[in-house]
């Protein structure tokens, strides 16, 4: 063991470490599956669909999206993963408009017709043809009876079996029919060459998404699962998370990288510098430490508003304040070896002492606050974003703010849009903080 | 001794100092202002209430007396709820948060130290690992995601609980989940800090010979040992209220708790300048007084801790 470097000798204690190695691995995953987000998905993060609001996880459906538009010539617009040649089949149910109501009065042994039209109130009718519309007549007493195949006119007497004994007014209410349509087109390099709409040709077809039950491809079924359900707004939940752990890693990783800078930095300065400056340098942190600076970081946030500049400044000029002691008290400890003397004789600058001797020196204790920042960070970043703070990318939102979303939709069996967020996100805060845990004991043994 | 406190009594102020400018400035150097409505309002109108609020006044002039307000104790009117001052709104709030944090805070040591305990008495057992795990546990799940599932689990499901909402000290079942959910991090930390403080002070010497003066072991533990073991916990009761204050943000939102917290949340978003301000530096007041409590302490319980 004493052949090995400090480096080997503390990733030998840490791979013993069963903990810290778990926590390794979930991260590593985490990150990998983060970066790997688009590949993973089903679909964008951003792709609603109304007709699909809120759907247990496993959800399946044709793979389409909102509105879709099949044009000659063009590429087709509906799902992402069509193939550049093939034969594309889809079958929609169409049922046109809403139910129409005409009401049948009879006055004086005549009818008049009329059509309720919900926007413009009674339209007049002088006929009505039963035989094309599949209606229902709506009686006093409740019941309803399918109308007679007829032709009705204004001011004919009411055919038999229109009304019921004694009856002056009848509605009719004609129920809409499903009405299928399959379309078939033929793409060849990426464009649709052929374009028929239940066999005939047509040069444009345009599709809501809701009322499309199939896709094929080449005879295949194209459906998109939901593995993880959909959000208010039909927007697929992996998507959402995966994609949103990219901005709370991000976040995470590059305030770290901050707090790191300036930490360092300040905190090598000041012991390095020592004597009065130090004494200064350190009761600026003493004072920074007992302000309560999520406070600041709203005001903030509020007032320039919400820009990842804006939260990595205010999220790494947060998490400094520890790094800048624990490197001083480093620096403090290493300033007077022998090494640091030598260098100090042989007449090497102060700045190439602190950042060739110095620093590299700290990188131990760095490295572990660091680790450790990463969570708190992302945690504080979910904490803003929970509270309406946080940062949107293209509509993107991160992980606070889907768990916000999450509990705004909180009932006993609309668990999911809370439940999977908050598990990725405790998932991987707990990782990191094992990794933590388990490197700041490898690297400092005598701790334990 | 003597510096040591003077030395926590004057930085004291110099901290508030910092927190009120910073704030204060930060406020004015954001674009936007309380006036500035959807609905642009008339110039006039606006000028008379700038006038009304001192908010013409060269920036110095303004930060200047809003300090001299605030020393007095009297944070102004509120921009937003007009009829309303600061001190109202605060003095309304304020006791819903500050019973919240105490049942949090009560909470917290109980189980903490309970847990702390424990792990140091049974060091390296099944029962020191699963009390570790647990507050791993309580330390990395952020509070917005235990609050809402502690809700679901037993407001919803098993229906024990109120789901959110309070209706003051006299229906204490709604305050039971959200103290827990703002106690669980406490709880967690004060487990590890009393775990590692005991753990040491069992190794000393003092605690070797009262057990070779043939002590019992509860008499150790809880006479001779606890004292020592819970300086580091009484360190960081001062850090602790800074924590709760944020915490209680994000619990008052959750459970619908008509606290300062929640108010703080809507001042923010409603650019109520006084109200912010004065938020923050009482806030900060409460953190600064709670720190130098808790250093006055430690002074008091160790010796040692002056001289240094």
């Not at chain 1, 993973?40 to 247990?56: D, F, I, N, V, Y």
């Not at chain 1, 849009?417 to 990782?431: D, F, H, K, N, S």
């Not at chain 2, 001794?1 to 910073?22: D, E, F, H, I, K």
């Not at chain 2, 937003?80 to 040591?109: C, D, F, M």
Request: proline letters at 6%; glycine letters at 10%.
């Amino acid at each position: 063991m004493s052949t090995q470097g400090p480096w080997s000798e503390a990733w030998t204690r840490l791979r013993r470490d069963w903990i810290a190695m778990s926590g390794l691995i979930v991260a590593t995953a985490m990150v990998a599956a983060v970066v790997a987000a688009p590949w993973l998905s089903p679909c964008a993060p951003t792709e609603q669909r109304h007709w699909l609001g809120a759907m247990p996880p496993g959800i399946t459906h044709p793979d389409c999206r909102e509105i879709d538009a099949l044009a000659l010539g063009q590429p087709p617009e509906l799902s992402t993963r069509l193939p550049r040649d093939g034969h594309l089949r889809v079958l929609t149910e169409t049922s046109d408009g809403g139910a129409h109501h005409y009401r049948v009065v009879v006055r004086r042994g005549v009818m008049q017709l009329s059509e309720e039209d919900p926007e413009l109130g009674a339209q007049r009718l002088d006929t009505l043809d039963l035989a094309t519309i599949a209606a229902e007549v709506e009686h006093r007493e409740g019941h309803a009876t399918p109308a007679p195949r007829l032709l009705l006119k204004s001011g004919d007497p009411p055919p038999e079996g229109l009304l019921d004994p004694g009856e002056a007014v009848a509605i009719l209410r004609s129920t809409p029919t499903p009405h299928a349509v399959s379309i078939e087109a033929t793409l060849s390099g990426g464009a649709i060459t052929a374009l028929r709409l239940d066999g005939a040709d047509s040069p444009r077809i345009s599709l809501r998404g809701e009322d499309i039950r199939r896709v094929e491809v080449d005879g295949r079924e194209l459906r998109l699962r939901h593995w993880l359900g959909t959000d208010v707004e039909g927007r697929d939940l992996l998507a959402r998370i995966l994609f949103g752990g990219r901005i709370s890693l991000m976040v995470g990783a590059v305030a770290t990288l901050v707090s790191l800078v300036i930490g360092v930095a300040y905190g090598a300065i000041s012991g390095y510098s020592g004597g009065r400056t130090d004494r200064t340098m350190m009761s600026a942190v003493d004072v920074l430490y007992a302000v309560p600076f999520m406070f600041l970081v709203i005001i903030l946030l509020v007032y320039c508003g919400s820009s990842f500049l804006v939260l990595f400044a205010a999220l790494g000029a947060v998490q400094w304040l520890t790094m800048a002691r624990i490197v001083r008290g480093q620096v403090l400890s290493l300033r007077h070896r022998e090494f640091v003397l030598a260098a100090v004789s042989s007449g090497v600058s102060h700045s190439r002492i602190l950042f060739r001797h110095l620093i590299p020196n700290c990188i131990g204790p760095v490295i572990v606050y660091g680790t450790l920042t990463v969570p708190m960070v992302i945690m504080e970043e979910s904490f803003l974003a929970f509270i309406g703070l946080g940062v949107q990318q293209n509509g993107v939102d991160s992980w606070g703010a889907l768990i916000q979303q999450g509990h705004a939709q909180l009932t006993p069996d609309r668990t999911w849009m809370l439940v999977y967020p908050a598990l990725a996100m405790a998932g991987t805060l707990l990782a990191i903080n094992c990794l933590g845990e388990g490197l700041r004991d490898a690297l400092d043994p005598r701790r334990r | 001794m003597g510096s040591y406190v003077l030395r926590r009594l004057l930085m004291a102020p110099v901290v508030l100092l910092v927190l009120a400018t910073l704030s204060f400035f930060l406020m004015h150097a954001t674009p936007g202002g309380p006036f500035d409505a959807e609905k642009q309002p008339d110039p006039v109108v606006k000028q008379a209430l700038m006038a009304k609020y001192g908010q013409d006044q060269p920036l110095g002039v303004q930060y200047v007396r809003w300090l001299g307000q605030m020393a007095r104790g009297d944070f102004g009117p509120s921009m937003k709820q007009r009829a309303r001052t600061v001190n109202e709104i605060i003095g309304h709030t304020l006791p819903v948060s500050l019973l919240l944090g105490a049942v949090a805070l009560v909470l917290a040591l109980g189980v903490g130290l309970a847990l702390g305990i424990i792990g140091a008495v049974r060091a390296d057992t099944l029962w020191d690992r699963s009390a570790m795990v647990l507050s791993t546990l309580g330390l990395g799940i952020p509070p917005f995601v235990v609050g809402p599932i502690l809700a679901l689990i037993f407001a919803m499901y098993l229906g024990w609980l109120p789901v959110a909402e309070y209706y003051g000290p006299a229906h204490p079942a709604y305050l039971v989940l959200p103290a827990a959910t703002l106690a669980i991090p406490f709880a967690a930390r004060i487990a590890r800090l009393s775990r590692a403080g005991l753990l040491e002070v069992l190794r000393s010497d003092h605690v070797r010979t009262a057990r070779a003066k043939g002590a019992s072991e509860v008499a150790v533990v809880l006479k001779h040992a606890l004292p020592a073991g819970m300086l580091p916990v009484v360190g960081f009761l001062g850090p602790a209220t800074a924590y709760l204050l944020t915490g209680s943000l994000v619990v008052e939102k959750i459970f619908a708790i008509p606290g300062l917290g929640r108010e703080f949340v809507e001042s923010v978003t409603n650019r109520d300048y006084t109200l912010v301000m004065g938020t923050v530096v009482l806030y900060g007041a409460v953190v600064v007084v709670c720190n130098l409590a808790a250093d006055l302490l430690l002074g008091v319980i160790d010796p040692r801790v002056g001289r240094s």
